[in-house]
């Protein structure tokens, strides 16, 4: 449990840095969506994506209910030419267009995206009233002309008089900020700040204007403004809909349009349910006629693009002057006036093209107030998104450093995908949600993930291999990685296992075999049983001809390092098994491996000469392993262990072969031959081992006949359980009988070879 607790603290330590990085990430672009701060990138990205959404979602055909009568170059053309000159046009022939419009073709109303600030004097009815005031003041039959033809000659009354009484909306201008100039008559507004005010809202404001003339203002039904608002990128994308002006607000040509088509009904107020009504943005809708128009806290609205340039049908101003189209593709539809001429200047950036006719803007708002496809963005978007930035992007800031690039590549992948997909299916739903700043805080992430498990964590990898690669498998390598500064190669005291293998009578095979194929033989049984004890998380000190020295318990800390040293032994036979079948196939002798292990408290680390280092293990613990593989084959055993490594392991059964004194140890040292761990034991063994520890006893009580004895049935009736064993005690028995050891004698053995 301490070691894993251990583990959990190490691993989380190693990724803290990258989550801190990641939550400081999720936290800017989330003061970025929340509105305290301001990223441009951020917000043009915002546009881009917004843009890129309305292009996807449009309809693509032509809504037959607006009809853009458009003062085109065609119109423009001299009246030979089936124009009617350059722009102004003298209001007459505007009286004319109306008149055309609403007698011939009876459209149901006109909108004018057209401004008619100045007196029109081009009939020259300013000369002639200067002479009938003056110089011709007495000429009575001057005077006679003068009264029959001056109302003729007065463009504007004209104009007026067309207008009177028709479904007819002027469009007018707010000047910019800072311009208070005021020019012409404004419509009525549409509401007073104290119906709306201001602590509700934050409308655009403006001081200045330039509206119609008052003779026009106020014969027509309604006026509405025409300024867009443009993003900083330059880029149409709202309306407002309701412009504060001093006292009051004023509504746009479209909304104005749209009401007056509706009824001429005043509009209302709609709140946001349970929101204070002083709360900034809990204005939610303007009611029109029964129909919602959704507004943000600037009481704008999205325009609601139905696709590119031409998406409302155009026809020519002096087509309609000259009477030369169906009177169905009129009849019944609503008008707009405006123009398409670039010298005339009403050409704007917006989503769905960069030359785009404003009078086409306001034909999008109308049939979109109509329809109720307007998006809206009330208060919950902004909070709804911030909270899905902090969700989201906090589970890629605590998951990612945890995974691997790939699968951390598909998760990011997947998570971006979700938002995507939710964002669009919220887009085509009616709410507009920013998608950059949750777009940008998951990227982001991500690839500071990547960077830094590049830049940081590959070089901790690089270096750890350096290191450690020719010593420990490339999956502890990367374990290693995790938390390079916890690993060096300067000494240290550890608590480890040692294993030494040996291939018995390998000189005799060695001279059988050619230098070729004994190269090939030795890396036959070293390549598997390397694996072997890779698997099990353990290190190879080195390679001494067909000799294996390896351990367990450093550089990686293992706490069950005598449990996977025993099992790297049980797995080499098994290893060894195959090997020996393939060998014999070959025409290779086959092998047998001796293998001694140890635990105890060793010194570990870089050591060696100024000229060569080499990582590796030293210690008494050390050399007894040594000696343990070297008695192996003294007791038939493949595998002896020394009593540490028993002790470590409760549920490993071993037979306790003997007491032993071996090359540089004045105390004996109790060894073991394990069989196998608890239910991995055959009942046959199991009751050997049960017949052989009272055999044991006797032997080193010095009851020799007793112990004969039972050796000599355990030979016979279990050979194979211990072929070179039971005979070595009846040897040793034979030899002590005659020697007497003595009372003080301990049992044990003394070897005098290495």
């Known amino acids: 449990m301490n070691s894993r607790f251990h583990s959990i603290i190490s691993s989380l330590k190693k990724r803290l840095p990258r989550i801190v990085i990641g939550a400081i990430l999720i936290a800017i672009f989330s003061l970025q969506a929340g509105g305290w701060i301001s990223i441009p990138f951020v917000e043009r990205m915002d546009g881009v994506l917004y843009d890129t959404k309305v292009r996807l979602s449009a309809v693509h055909d032509i809504d037959p209910r607006v009809v853009i009568v458009d003062i085109d170059e065609k119109s423009l053309q001299e009246r030979e030419k089936g124009g009617e000159g350059r722009w102004p046009w003298p209001r007459d022939r505007l009286a004319l267009l109306l008149d055309r419009l609403f007698n011939d073709y009876e459209v149901s109303l006109t909108g004018f995206d057209v401004i008619f600030s100045e007196r029109d004097e081009s009939s020259g009815i300013r000369a002639i009233n200067s002479l009938a005031s003056n110089q011709l003041k007495d000429n009575a039959a001057f005077q006679k002309q003068y009264s029959s033809i001056k109302s003729q000659l007065d463009y504007d009354t004209l104009f007026a008089n067309a207008i009177k009484d028709r479904p007819v909306v002027l469009g007018f201008s707010f000047l910019n900020p800072g311009d208070a100039a005021k020019k012409g008559e404004l419509p009525p507004p549409a509401f007073s700040t104290n119906q709306i005010p201001i602590t509700l809202v934050s409308a655009l404001k403006r001081d200045g204007y330039t509206a119609n003339l008052a003779l026009l203002q106020s014969n027509a039904a309604d006026g509405g403004h025409i300024n867009p608002l443009v993003d900083p990128d330059g880029i149409i994308r709202r309306m407002p809909m309701l412009v504060q002006h001093g006292d009051n607000y004023y509504e746009s040509l479209g909304l104005s349009t749209a009401r007056t088509l509706l009824g001429g009904l005043p509009l209302k107020e709609v709140v946001a349910d349970g929101v204070s009504p002083t709360t900034l943005g809990a204005l939610e809708f303007l009611d029109v006629g029964g129909a919602l128009l959704p507004v943000d806290q600037e009481i704008a609205s999205y325009i609601p693009y139905r696709g590119p340039y031409k998406s409302f049908e155009y026809i020519s101003a002096s087509d309609v002057l000259n009477k030369s189209i169906p009177k169905e593709k009129l009849e019944g539809k609503i008008v707009l006036i405006g123009t398409t001429a670039p010298g005339l200047l009403d050409l704007r950036a917006t989503p769905v093209g960069n030359a785009y006719p404003g009078v086409e803007i306001h034909a999008n708002l109308i049939t979109g107030i109509l329809d109720g ?152 049984f070293l390549t598997p049983f390397t694996k072997v004890i890779y698997k099990n998380r353990g290190t190879i000190d080195k390679y001494m001809g067909d000799c294996i020295m390896a351990f367990w318990g450093a550089p990686i800390t293992d706490a069950d390092h005598a449990r996977h040293g025993i099992i790297s032994a049980f797995e080499m036979l098994k290893a060894m098994e195959l090997l020996n079948e393939e060998f014999i196939n070959k025409g290779w002798p086959p092998i047998k491996v001796g293998i001694g292990l140890n635990s105890g408290r060793v010194s570990v680390g870089n050591m060696g000469s100024e000229i060569r280092l080499a990582y590796t293990v030293m210690g008494d613990a050390v050399n007894l392993a040594s000696r343990l593989e070297g008695i192996t084959k003294e007791y038939g055993a493949a595998i002896i262990i020394g009593e540490e490594t028993y002790r470590q392991l409760p549920d490993l059964i071993a037979r306790e072969v003997d007491r032993v004194r071996v090359k540089g140890k004045d105390v004996a040292v109790t060894i073991y031959e394990p069989l196998g761990f608890e239910g991995a034991v055959n009942d046959r063994t199991l009751e050997a081992l049960a017949l052989f520890k009272p055999a044991l006893a006797a032997y080193r009580k010095q009851e020799w006949d007793s112990a004969e004895q039972q050796f000599i049935h355990l030979l016979n009736q279990f050979p194979d359980t211990g072929e070179v064993l039971y005979p070595l005690y009846l040897e040793r028995i034979a030899h002590l009988r005659q020697d007497q050891p003595g009372a003080n004698w301990d049992g044990s053995y003394t070897f005098t070879k290495k």
């Not at 960077?451 to 999956?475: C, D, H, N």
Request: proline fraction near 5%; aromatic fraction near 12%.
């Open 373 to 524: 496809t307007i998006k809206q963005a009330p208060l919950w978007t902004k909070a709804a998104n911030l909270l899905i930035i902090i969700a989201l992007g906090l589970i890629l800031a605590f998951v990612l450093p945890f995974v691997s690039p790939l699968i951390g590549t598909v998760i990011s992948i997947a998570v971006i995908g979700f938002s995507i997909t939710l964002n669009w299916f919220s887009f085509k739903g009616g709410y507009v949600l920013p998608l950059a700043a949750l777009l940008g805080s998951l990227l982001f992430v991500y690839l500071m993930n990547i960077a830094y498990g590049y830049f940081v964590e590959s070089r901790g990898k690089r270096l750890i291999t350096g290191l450690f690669g020719q010593y420990v498998p490339p999956e502890l390598v990367d374990e290693m990685a995790q938390d390079p500064s916890s690993f060096s190669m300067e000494g240290e005291s550890k608590e480890l296992t040692i294993l030494f293998s040996d291939v018995r009578g390998f000189t005799t095979i060695s001279e059988s075999l050619d230098a070729k194929t004994l190269s090939e033989f030795i890396n036959a």
